[in-house]
């Protein structure tokens, strides 16, 4: 099951017919859970139960929600934080359970017992995911609002990621990016495909930047070199991954300027990171731009699909 997807909107909605929710800055997932036996989904359809140990059992009832698993530092959301523990698999994934417990955010109910909800007006889906009283260290279910324009200045002005505007009598389009659920996001951030990486300055063991590009219809196109973000332990992870997919040939099909391309190692473009900036230069590159996180969720094929716009979350 692929999950409903939110458009960039334009003003947030106001009237009855829609509720707002917090944008939360995690990872989405589709839960199933048949007989106390739970299985996350990413949105592009991978298994990733095995990274998030602590909500592979949880106790509500069998059901299929919607949600994202989000990792909290010192009370924020902390994608970060959150994308060290998706490539962690077995006692990895223990540890990091451990360090950066994960919690489920479910704000949509998509089948309760043998009952398919998808049909049914979100103001029915919302009822339903109430009445079950989730709430726990494991999973919970954030509040709705009615002001939108409100939520969008309190999130701004709490640093956080935006706001989700949703009409109360869509329906549940698997899949599908629609205009009944508008997305409202603060910083902007996008996600792009690695084609090389190079080594911080002055060192022959530490990754200082990712050149990174976009897949589109003319091929591989290059979209600039980021290297704010990447320090420390996440240094380290990014390039254990990015080692696995070395090549010797530049993927890129354009042009990569000079200064960029000295001292790179090229990489099989595969590998898709979440990066924010401020937008794009005059000659296309990323302005400003800051390393967020590898995003195992994605592949290259979803970007190909998608629009350059904020985190598709």
Known sequence: MRPMLATRGDHVPVGDDWIHEVKW????VIVEVAAGRTRLTSRNGNDVTGAFPELATLEVPDLVLDGEVVAFTDGRPDFGALATRFQRRGRGALRGAEAVPATLLAFDVLR???RDLRREPLSVRRELLESLHLGDD???????YDDGQMLLEATRAQSLEGIVSKRLASRYEEGVRSRSWLKFAHRARTSWVVGGWRFETGSTSRIGAVLVGEP?????LY?????SGITGRVGVALKETLEAYAVDANPFDDEVPRPDRLGTQWVRPEVVVDVESLGFSSGGRLRQPSFRGVRVDLSPDDLRSQSREADDA
């Not at 800055?25 to 989405?28: E, K, V």
């Not at 494991?138 to 709705?144: A, D, E, K, N």
């Not at 589109?216 to 591989?220: H, I, K, M, R, Y």
């Open 25 to 28: 800055d995690g990872m989405r």
């Open 138 to 144: 494991q999973v919970q279910v954030p509040p709705t």
């Open 112 to 114: 309760l017992g043998e």
């Open 223 to 227: 979209r600039g070199r980021v290297g």
């Open 216 to 220: 589109t219809e003319a091929g591989f």
